[in-house]
């Protein structure tokens, strides 16, 4: 039996509107691109008013499931039951009237309005003309329910991250969905920040208003908040249960089975080292023309790794971009073994200077292009992908591109894949592979391990440990504080654009760091 959104009954009515929890499973649920079954006969259920979490190491299959179940693919076979009813999902419009929503990653809300304006927007009958006044008395009293509000009156792009992303959860209960799919929906925020809004969304999950579907590589957060999991891995359903009755090490099993991890890498001491990379009075503009780096001094030894810790949108990203030839300097200079250093494709490759940006398959990757032809970025001019200038072989590029997969372990059907079909994690250790598979002298990572799941980041992490062990100078920036305490010998805080506090990792602690990041430094 197949019901539309509006044959649904009506359900009960709760304090917080007339809606109240949603059901859900997925029955047989198989999605096949080509070749590739991402997703095998996936059984699971989400029960009404529970908080379930969904795991899988990177290329499990989790994205194409919640796709599937949001509408933005249809299933090659199954069904979802919502509430025990089947329901077809032809589009997310559909997902969207029947109460399910999602909050991803990454913000969707447009900066420059106002919450009021950005939530009046998103509705499905926003009116022709607007009665701001009335919206804004109506979305009052309707805040004054939830456990948690915003400002209302300010423009999104002033909010900070962990506002920003309540509003993204608070539009959703606006509109009315009872059923929440959260897809790492802390990944931008400080571990404070995700502790609050988890605990509240589980206050209403508690109270049978809301169900939440949460994908998450963070097993802390999962065993503190989830009341059920289930485990994809390679497409199918591995199992799952009550979080409270599983242990850590057995949902880890499910996960990946019995792959053994990757032993950490020690650090090596190093006598003082020669300065390899030196960044002289660097200042940059952000998109809008405003200052975005202010007179950033900072020297990196061989053998070193600097940490750069900071609430994001504190000149980071600029810092980064302006190192990797993406952004103007206004003024300063960048020295390589004091020599001066601008960051064209032969100066780094004359350098050794090699990065991995945020957001890697915008940032590093020709999306359309295949796996072994995004691989051979750094290459396709040398032999022997190149054995005359401009004739590319086929051959040995496709050859070493499979020696990089096997390596790094990326999930692809081959290296003739477009590259824009890797799910996020892999991408992200496709563009690692390419840049730390030779000798390097100068790293620079922006949150490298962002997506990525709790195997991968071990791996990740040793590598970037190993080129430090090797003598290359890394310039690490991440917004992971637990990362920059792990990896760094000294750890610098970038506040509104400046770097006034720099320390030794012996020297230094998280409520000091803590600190400098909100600027009382
Ligand atoms: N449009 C597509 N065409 C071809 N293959 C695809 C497509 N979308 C996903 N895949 C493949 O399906 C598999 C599952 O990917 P999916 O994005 O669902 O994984 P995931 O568990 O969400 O991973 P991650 O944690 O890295 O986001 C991957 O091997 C991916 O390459």
């Given at each position: 039996m197949s019901a539309t959104a509006a044959a649904?009954?009506?359900?009960?009515?709760?304090?917080?509107?007339?809606?109240?929890?949603?059901?859900?499973?997925?029955?047989?649920?198989?999605?096949?691109?080509?070749?590739?079954?991402?997703?095998?006969?996936v059984s699971i259920k989400v029960k009404p008013g529970s908080f379930h979490a969904l795991l899988g190491e990177n290329g499990a299959g989790k994205s194409t499931l919640v796709k599937c179940i949001m509408g933005f693919y249809q299933p090659t076979r199954g069904s979802v039951l919502i509430d025990g009813r089947e329901t077809e999902i032809s589009n997310p419009k559909v997902a969207r009237d029947v109460g399910i929503g999602m909050v991803y990653q990454h913000f969707t809300l447009v900066p420059s309005l106002t919450a009021t304006e950005n939530l009046v927007i998103a509705r499905a009958d926003v009116p022709?003309?607007?009665?701001?006044?009335?919206?804004?008395?109506?979305?009052d009293a309707l805040f004054d329910r939830m456990p948690f509000r915003v400002p209302l009156d300010v423009p999104v792009s002033s909010l900070a991250a962990g506002e920003k992303q309540k509003l993204e959860i608070l539009k959703q209960l606006y509109l009315d969905q009872r059923f929440l799919i959260l897809d790492e929906p802390t990944s931008v925020l400080t571990p404070g920040e995700a502790d609050e809004i988890l605990g509240l969304l589980k206050t209403m999950t508690d109270a049978g208003d809301l169900t939440i579907l949460m994908i998450s590589h963070k097993f802390r957060?999962?065993?503190?908040?989830?009341?059920?999991?289930?485990?994809?891995?390679?497409?199918?359903?591995?199992?799952?249960?009550?979080?409270?009755?599983?242990?850590?090490?057995?949902?880890?099993?499910?996960?990946?089975?019995?792959?053994?991890?990757?032993?950490?890498?020690?650090?090596?001491?190093?006598?003082?080292?020669?300065?390899?990379?030196?960044?002289?009075?660097?200042?940059?503009?952000?998109?809008?023309?405003?200052?975005?780096?202010?007179?950033?001094?900072?020297?990196?030894?061989?053998?070193?790794?600097?940490?750069?810790?900071?609430v994001s949108g504190n000149g980071q990203s600029e810092l980064?971009?302006?190192l990797t030839g993406q952004r103007d300097l206004t003024s300063g200079r960048f020295f390589v073994k004091d020599q001066p250093y601008e960051p064209s494709r032969e100066k780094m490759a004359k350098f050794k200077v090699f990065g991995l940006p945020e957001e890697p398959l915008k940032n590093a990757c020709v999306r359309r292009m295949t796996v072994a032809e995004n691989l051979a970025f750094r290459s396709f001019d040398q032999p022997p992908i190149s054995k005359r200038r401009g004739f590319l072989s086929p051959g040995p590029m496709r050859a070493k591109?499979?020696?990089?997969?096997?390596?790094?372990?990326?999930?692809?059907?081959?290296?003739?894949?477009?590259?824009?079909?890797?799910?996020?994690?892999?991408?992200?250790?496709?563009?690692?592979?390419?840049?730390?598979?030779?000798?390097?002298e100068v790293l620079i990572v922006a949150n490298p391990c962002f997506g990525l799941d709790f195997a991968s980041i071990a791996e990740i992490r040793s590598q970037i440990m190993d080129q430090r062990n090797?003598?290359?100078?890394?310039l690490l920036v991440s917004e992971d504080l637990d990362e920059i305490l792990e990896l760094s010998d000294r750890v610098a805080v970038m506040s509104e654009g400046r770097i006034d506090y720099v320390a030794p990792i012996g020297e230094t602690d998280r409520a000091t760091i803590g600190q400098a990041m909100a600027g009382h430094h």
């Amino acid at each position: 039996m197949s019901a539309t959104a509006a044959a649904l009954a009506e359900p009960p009515v709760s304090p917080l509107g007339a809606k109240k929890a949603i059901g859900l499973e997925t029955i047989g649920m198989t999605k096949i691109f080509g070749s590739m079954v991402a997703l095998g006969d996936v059984s699971i259920k989400v029960k009404p008013g529970s908080f379930h979490a969904l795991l899988g190491e990177n290329g499990a299959g989790k994205s194409t499931l919640v796709k599937c179940i949001m509408g933005f693919y249809q299933p090659t076979r199954g069904s979802v039951l919502i509430d025990g009813r089947e329901t077809e999902i032809s589009n997310p419009k559909v997902a969207r009237d029947v109460g399910i929503g999602m909050v991803y990653q990454h913000f969707t809300l447009v900066p420059s309005l106002t919450a009021t304006e950005n939530l009046v927007i998103a509705r499905a009958d926003v009116p022709s003309v607007i009665d701001w006044k009335k919206e804004k008395k109506s979305l009052d009293a309707l805040f004054d329910r939830m456990p948690f509000r915003v400002p209302l009156d300010v423009p999104v792009s002033s909010l900070a991250a962990g506002e920003k992303q309540k509003l993204e959860i608070l539009k959703q209960l606006y509109l009315d969905q009872r059923f929440l799919i959260l897809d790492e929906p802390t990944s931008v925020l400080t571990p404070g920040e995700a502790d609050e809004i988890l605990g509240l969304l589980k206050t209403m999950t508690d109270a049978g208003d809301l169900t939440i579907l949460m994908i998450s590589h963070k097993f802390r957060e999962v065993t503190a908040f989830a009341d059920e999991f289930s485990v994809l891995r390679k497409g199918e359903y591995m199992g799952g249960g009550v979080t409270a009755n599983v242990s850590v090490a057995e949902m880890s099993r499910m996960m990946i089975g019995d792959m053994k991890l990757r032993e950490r890498a020690a650090r090596k001491t190093f006598e003082k080292q020669p300065v390899v990379l030196d960044l002289a009075g660097i200042c940059a503009e952000d998109d809008e023309g405003l200052p975005a780096v202010d007179a950033v001094n900072l020297k990196i030894r061989a053998g070193e790794i600097v940490g750069i810790a900071g609430v994001s949108g504190n000149g980071q990203s600029e810092l980064i971009e302006t190192l990797t030839g993406q952004r103007d300097l206004t003024s300063g200079r960048f020295f390589v073994k004091d020599q001066p250093y601008e960051p064209s494709r032969e100066k780094m490759a004359k350098f050794k200077v090699f990065g991995l940006p945020e957001e890697p398959l915008k940032n590093a990757c020709v999306r359309r292009m295949t796996v072994a032809e995004n691989l051979a970025f750094r290459s396709f001019d040398q032999p022997p992908i190149s054995k005359r200038r401009g004739f590319l072989s086929p051959g040995p590029m496709r050859a070493k591109a499979k020696e990089l997969i096997a390596a790094y372990r990326v999930k692809t059907p081959g290296p003739d894949e477009p590259i824009e079909n890797l799910s996020g994690g892999n991408v992200q250790r496709a563009v690692l592979a390419r840049e730390l598979s030779t000798q390097v002298e100068v790293l620079i990572v922006a949150n490298p391990c962002f997506g990525l799941d709790f195997a991968s980041i071990a791996e990740i992490r040793s590598q970037i440990m190993d080129q430090r062990n090797g003598g290359a100078a890394v310039l690490l920036v991440s917004e992971d504080l637990d990362e920059i305490l792990e990896l760094s010998d000294r750890v610098a805080v970038m506040s509104e654009g400046r770097i006034d506090y720099v320390a030794p990792i012996g020297e230094t602690d998280r409520a000091t760091i803590g600190q400098a990041m909100a600027g009382h430094h």
